[in-house]
């Protein structure tokens, strides 16, 4: 059975921190694109932070550049994204996404969301 799992989320204060992190099981991946998006209410869905899982290069949104940092494990087939500096309109729930490009066909996998709420 294919699982995403993210945890992490939370209430946080205005430039505080969260890490949040993507567990998979359930399938294997030679190469794969894990990506963070986020929704806010009212809002569509934006893509936040992306890494490839072979060379680990990455691609941030620049709302979130130089204060997000996202990295993965591929022995644990985890990703996590670091957040600093959070601000409130950071507010969103936050799905990670594993798009396997290898071996085919490529498929998306998309965990269940996990809420931030950044508040003072």
């Known amino acids: 059975q294919v699982q995403l799992v993210e945890s992490g989320g939370g209430l946080v204060q205005p430039g505080g921190s969260l890490r949040l992190s993507c567990a998979a099981s359930?399938?294997?991946?030679?190469?794969?694109?894990m990506t963070w998006y986020r929704q806010a209410p009212g809002k569509e869905r934006e893509m936040v932070a992306a890494i490839t899982s072979i060379d680990g290069i990455t691609n941030y949104a620049d709302s979130v550049k130089g204060r997000f940092t996202i990295s993965r494990d591929n022995a644990k087939k985890t990703v996590s994204l670091q957040m600093n500096s959070l601000k409130p309109e950071d507010t969103a729930i936050y799905y990670c996404k594993f798009r396997v490009q290898r071996p085919r066909p490529l498929v998306n996998y998309w965990g269940q969301g996990t809420q931030v709420t950044v508040s003072s």
């Open positions: 359930g399938f294997t991946y030679s190469s794969a694109i």
